[in-house]
């Protein structure tokens, strides 16, 4: 930020006796009573005490609308959308009506790079103080020098199973050192569907660990390094059982027995089948071969009309207190330096939420595709859901 620098100048008026006799002076006045000190300044709103998000599924505490709404008395209406997709459409689209929308930052650099954003103006968060600066550093890949984005939640793409059922599956047969075998390999994969394999069902999902499984880059550019990736996937399309946008309820619902989603869904998944006394174990893993990191964001579309608002949720929301919320409600790990004293010790201590330093080394770090190649990674992915 630049500094101001405020430059007084004093001007000395001079008096002089010129012969004549001084007069006395008078003593001075007393000083005037202190002023008490000013209140602090609250948040600047908009007018109009509305605020529109759009966000995903399941992926806010139980109280933070509501709280916000009371001590703000702005009325927040809140959507989702199931994947990148989605929102993308909605955005390219115009006129969406939101004030806040939640990215995925790989995913959100060509957003930037279209125009569809607006820069975040930090005066106006002062809790932006509590993010780390390394973790910044990873956005920065794809938002350079933080313009655009605000850390929301982040994980990674795993696989995640049902123990018991895969257990019982695979028989006699070793669970792989690898864990995308359990659903790219036939030799896995053909075991397993008879319990069931969920995937995502978003491209920009699916095809970057696709591509890294079959020793491409994860966010390639080449359309020949997609057509290795969707001939490995076609192999393995007779054994998947449900493309889903609903994830936790699938496996919570036991849908299925190995499953390619976010690390945060399955431990919620998890948690929902023990309050609902089941007895099966619903784990994400740490594939050796990597899980692909994402980070959601908060940014403000280019044509939202309560700005104002949004910048006062954004500093609401990266409170310490609410920052530490989210990891021990939602399961996912925080950017939230400040919030990481206040978080569970059962939550802290999850090897799958936050990882060692070994299984953070393995993670394919966050990425973009560009405009050019999205077609062909659409197009790749709808022949590879379709069968075809």
């Keep these: 930020m630049k500094k101001q620098v405020l430059v007084l100048a004093i001007s000395a008026v001079l008096l ?7 007069e006395p002076v008078a003593a001075p006045a007393a000083p ?7 209140a602090a300044a609250g948040p600047v709103l908009d007018d109009e005490k509305v605020l529109n998000i759009y966000n995903w599924p399941d992926y806010i505490t ?23 997709e989605a929102l993308h459409a909605k955005l390219v689209a115009g006129n969406s009506g939101y004030d806040i929308v939640v990215p995925t930052a790989g995913f959100g650099k060509k957003q ?5 954003y607006q820069p975040i103006d930090r005066s106006k968060i002062p809790n932006y103080a509590n993010l780390d600066p390394e973790f910044m550093e ?11 984005f605000v850390p929301w939640g982040w994980g990674f793409t795993t ?5 018991q059922k895969v257990e019982r599956a695979l028989g006699g047969m070793p669970m792989p050192e690898n864990a995308w075998d359990l659903v790219f390999n036939p030799e896995y994969s053909s075991k397993l569907r008879s319990c069931g394999i969920i995937y995502l069902d978003s491209p920009s999902e699916i095809l970057p660990v696709a591509l890294h499984y079959v020793g491409k880059p994860a ?12 001939e490995m996937l076609a192999k393995v399309r007779k054994d998947i059982r449900l493309f889903s946008s609903t994830m936790i309820d699938d496996i919570a619902g036991g849908k299925g027995c190995a499953f390619v989603g976010w690390s945060g869904d399955i431990n919620i998944a998890a948690d929902r ?5 089941g007895k099966d174990e619903i784990v994400p893993l740490l594939p050796t071969g990597g899980g692909l990191v994402f980070i959601d964001t908060m940014a403000i579309p280019k044509d939202a009309k309560r700005v104002n608002n949004a910048h006062a949720f954004i500093d609401f929301f990266l409170r310490a207190e609410n920052g530490a919320a989210m990891a021990n409600e939602m399961n996912y790990p925080t950017g939230n330096k400040a919030a990481l004293p206040m978080i569970k010790d059962e939550v802290k201590d999850n090897k799958t939420i936050f990882l060692s330093d070994e299984d953070t080394a393995r993670l394919i770090p966050t990425g973009g595709f560009s405009t050019e190649i999205s077609s062909v990674l659409n197009a790749t992915y709808n022949t590879f859901k379709r069968g075809r």
């Design 112 to 116: 930037i790079e279209g125009g569809l």
């Design 159 to 163: 696989v995640g199973i049902n123990k």
């Design 219 to 230: 966010y390639s550019e080449n359309p020949e390094d997609f057509k290795a990736a969707g």
């Design 32 to 38: 005037a009573p202190a002023a008490a000190p000013a």
């Design 62 to 84: 139980e109280n933070m609308i509501a709280d916000f709404e009371k001590e703000f008395g702005i009325k927040v209406n809140y959507d989702t959308f199931e994947n990148n």
């Design 16 to 22: 002089a006796a010129c012969g004549k006799k001084e």
């Design 138 to 148: 990873k956005i920065a890949g794809v938002d350079p020098e933080n313009k655009h």
């Design 273 to 277: 089948v023990k309050e609902t006394g």
